[in-house]
């Protein structure tokens, strides 16, 4: 309970800081930000994605190696 308030207090709190006609008038701050750190958020996503890869790559060349160990021994 006390999560979903605080949450709805945050987001209250972000539309307020954000709308142009309320005294902080934030919106043109919190654009810049976003521009600025799109970059870094994909190319940091992209690397997740490439790591990923890997690991799907190894992990189906051990179940092929498993699975033909598996068919010798049987």
């Not at 309320?22 to 870094?40: A, E, S, T």
Request: glycine share 8%.
């Amino acid at each position: 309970m006390v999560a979903l308030i605080l949450g709805i207090l945050f987001i209250a709190f972000t539309v307020f800081s954000v709308l142009p006609s309320m005294p902080l008038n934030w919106g043109p701050f919190v654009v810049d930000f976003l521009k600025g750190c799109l970059p870094v958020f994909s190319a940091f996503i992209g690397l997740i994605a490439i790591l990923i890869g890997f690991a799907d790559i190894k992990d189906k060349s051990e179940a092929k190696k498993e699975e033909q160990e598996a068919q010798r021994q049987g």
